[in-house]
């Protein structure tokens, strides 16, 4: 017998663990499988102090208009990510540098692009995700009357032939 075949028996030998010893590793691994990313989300360890409530109020208003950048569909305000916490900071430690809301908004699209607004100026490069859809809505209308008209013809076409016919 040669060696690979010896080894083979050797494995055959080994014993195989069941069904139940499958599901029981299964069910062991599942809540490592099923847990959010412990490197994406975490929890902020100290809350923000505010000064009074206007500053709470200013900040909650600029949060809600800026983007995570990592979350990419969460508002700063709603994200758990890491760096939503420290750009949260951020926001407040420029707001404590008496900078208006349209400068942090300016030093946070300077550091990470325009995608950290939720609602981008219109300019030339975003006239089409402005008028986007309201474009492909008149397209898709015009496309409709166009398909109805031209069945409506074709049927009234058959029925005027059918009456000849009679």
Known sequence: MNAAAAKLQRLQRLPRPGLAALLLM???????????DSRAQAFDPAPL?????????R?????????CV????????DSNAQIAHDLRREVLHLMRQDR???EVKQFLV???GEFVLYRP???????????GPALLVLIGGF???????ARSARARASLHDEEQEW
């Open 26 to 36: 299964l069910i062991l691994a599942l809540p490592a499988l099923l847990a959010p």
């Open 110 to 112: 300077e550091r990470y």
């Open 49 to 57: 102090q505010f000064n009074d409530s206007a500053e709470e109020a």
């Open 121 to 131: 100026p219109m300019q030339a490069g975003t006239w089409l995700l402005w008028f």
């Open 70 to 77: 990592m979350c990419q569909n969460q508002s700063l305000a």
């Open 143 to 149: 496309a409709l009357h166009r398909i109805v008209r």
């Open 100 to 102: 208006s809301d349209a």
């Open 59 to 67: 900040f909650h208003r600029l949060a809600a208009e800026l983007r």
